[in-house]
T-cell receptor, first 111, second 113 residues
Framework: GEDVEQSLFLSVREGDSSVINCTYTDSSSTYLYWYKQEPGAGLQLLTYIFSNMDMKQDQRLTVLLNKKDKHLSLRIADTQTGDSAIYFCAEAKTSYDKVIFGPGTSLSVIP | SQTIHQWPATLVQPVGSPLSLECTVEGTSNPNLYWYRQAAGRGLQLLFYSVGIGQISSEVPQNLSASRPQDRQFILSSKKLLLSDSGFYLC????????????FGPGTRLTVL
């Protein structure tokens, strides 16, 4: 079956790095995503990675994929108060399949 | 890119009343459309998805229904609301792109009293 799990809360100090972890069960997942939801708003795609990649870096964001362990992580360098939000891990099998979301990790950044 | 419109933004309804939430999409054609519910600011539950006009798949049995009367219009309805229908409802649009990005609307906050 399809299942995506995340820890629900993370608190970090401003300027530190944040690492948000995610595990998924479907080994046929081809696309893995991180979405961000700011308070009272919809979700926005932050970054994504294909299953044939191990790492992807985009400015302050680094995504690591361990396909063997079905583990995905998002690292935010130099975390700012504006990074406070809920971060959703998600996966899809194909480019037209439905996307399965995790429960979301609420990141709090302490000034 | 796509723009997703949802209305109303907030809604307070009594138990037993009907519901109609509307979602429209700009900037694309023939998208896949989705309705999600997010309860108490947490988790995202997929309720319905549609791959074309008149084609609706339901993910969970519930008090709600969905319809897609036009290519870029998706409606979430109920004949009689329950207290448990309260939540934050999100409409999303996706396409068969290279990486299947989903675009989300701003959401509707529904409170059933």
């Amino acid at each position: 079956g399809e299942d995506v799990e995340q820890s629900l809360f993370l608190s970090v100090r401003e300027g530190d790095s944040s690492v948000i972890n995610c595990t998924y069960t479907d080994s046929s997942s081809t696309y893995l995503y991180w979405y961000k939801q700011e308070p009272g708003a919809g979700l926005q795609l932050l970054t994504y990675i294909f299953s044939n990649m191990d790492m992807k870096q985009d400015q302050r964001l680094t995504v690591l994929l361990n396909k063997k362990d079905k583990h995905l992580s998002l690292r935010i360098a130099d975390t700012q108060t504006g990074d406070s939000a809920i971060y959703f891990c998600a996966e899809a099998k194909t480019s037209y399949d439905k996307v399965i979301f995790g429960p979301g990790t609420s990141l709090s950044v302490i000034p | 890119s796509q723009t997703i419109h949802q209305w109303p933004a907030t809604l307070v309804q009594p138990v037993g009343s009907p519901l109609s939430l509307e979602c429209t999409v700009e900037g694309t054609s023939n998208p896949n459309l989705y309705w999600y519910r997010q309860a108490a600011g947490r988790g995202l539950q997929l309720l319905f998805y549609s791959v074309g006009i008149g084609q609706i798949s339901s993910e969970v049995p519930q008090n709600l229904s969905a319809s897609r009367p036009q290519d870029r219009q998706f409606i979430l309805s109920s004949k009689k609301l329950l207290l448990s229908d309260s939540g934050f409802y999100l409409c999303a649009s996706g396409q068969d792109s290279s990486y299947n990005e989903q675009f989300f609307g701003p959401g509707t906050r529904l409170t059933v009293l």
